[in-house]
């Protein structure tokens, strides 16, 4: 349309020269007409009217060719003007064409930030999904904790009923265990026997009529304790004492009191049990304590080989000053 409008402007500057052109050409025409029909009226007329007709027209020649000469400026003025449009035409044509690009890459700017703004849609109701489930879990959690700190208080109050019982259960323990023990002594002092001076362990128990004990070991014809004649008499109670009580290990240095079921296990086994010297009976026969043994090997058994060879000066087979795993494994 534009390309039809400039052609339509160039038809119109040429339709306006053409009409100048034959203007002129008549005006042209007409004063050599005039000039013509004056020369062959030369003879009926007046030179002066002649000469004031020729300036008339000459004066008219002038204002055309002004005309004329103004006319080819307009004509020329308006060339440059349609220059001047067809340039501005074709800046706008680029710009236009440069706007339609900004529009296209717009266009797909928004459409990306449509895609974008969905992406941030669904991320923001997952937010407020995660932050709902958030919410319930910490008015859950808070309920919890208020029931916790609830339970709490009642495990506290029931807490400080239990120190208050398991105090009064201490307090009435140790009250009975201080009467258990010296209702045992007492009884260990009344069973024991008055010649070896020790609790018997097994029954019968011979009595005397007067109700003295002693044990079967030491029985004579005579009580001990009051000189009575001995019987065979035997008493029942002293054995279910014997039975219930603890009785205190016999030997040296232990002084642990257990039932008399883990006492007859535990003579046999008591690490101050009464054992020979393992030297030979030549060197040593004394008798002492399992937990003396190797002190007394170390330190004066005649029959001990660590002083065999430090008298022969043989420092590296004494004796183990420590025994143990790893010396067992270096004098090996």
Known sequence: ??????????????????????????????????????????????????????????SKVNVLEKERNKAEEERDAFRDERDASREERDAIKEENKLIVKEKDVTSEEIVALKEEREVITKERDAIKEEKD?????????????????EERKVISKERDVMKLDNETLKSEKTALDTKYTALTSTLRDEIECPVCLEVPTSGPV??????????????????????????????????????????????????????????????????????????????CSRKMALSKVYDHILEDCQGSLNVLFTEYNFPEYNFPQYLGFTSILKHS
């Not at 910490?138 to 919890?144: L, N, R, S, T, W």
């Open 1 to 58: 349309m534009e390309d039809n409008s400039d052609r339509n402007q160039g038809e119109g500057e040429t339709d306006n020269n053409n009409d100048l052109n034959s203007k002129n050409k008549e005006i042209l025409k007409r004063s050599e007409e005039m000039l013509t029909s004056t020369v062959l009226e030369k003879e009926g007329k007046d030179w002066n009217e002649k000469q004031t007709m020729i300036d008339q027209l000459l």
């Open 133 to 149: 489930l958030i919410t319930k879990e910490k008015d859950v959690a808070i309920e919890e904790n208020d029931a916790l700190k």
């Open 206 to 283: 011979p009595v005397c009529p007067n109700g003295h004990f002693v044990c079967s070991k030491c029985k004579d014809s005579h009580c001990p304790t009051c000189r009575g004649r001995m019987f065979s008499g035997k008493s029942l109670l002293t054995v279910k004492v014997i039975e219930n009580i603890e009785h205190a290990c016999r030997n040296e240095d232990c002084g642990k009191f257990f039932p008399l079921e883990e006492y007859k296990l535990h003579l046999t086994s008591c690490l101050h049990r009464t054992v020979n010297c393992p030297s030979p009976n030549e060197f």
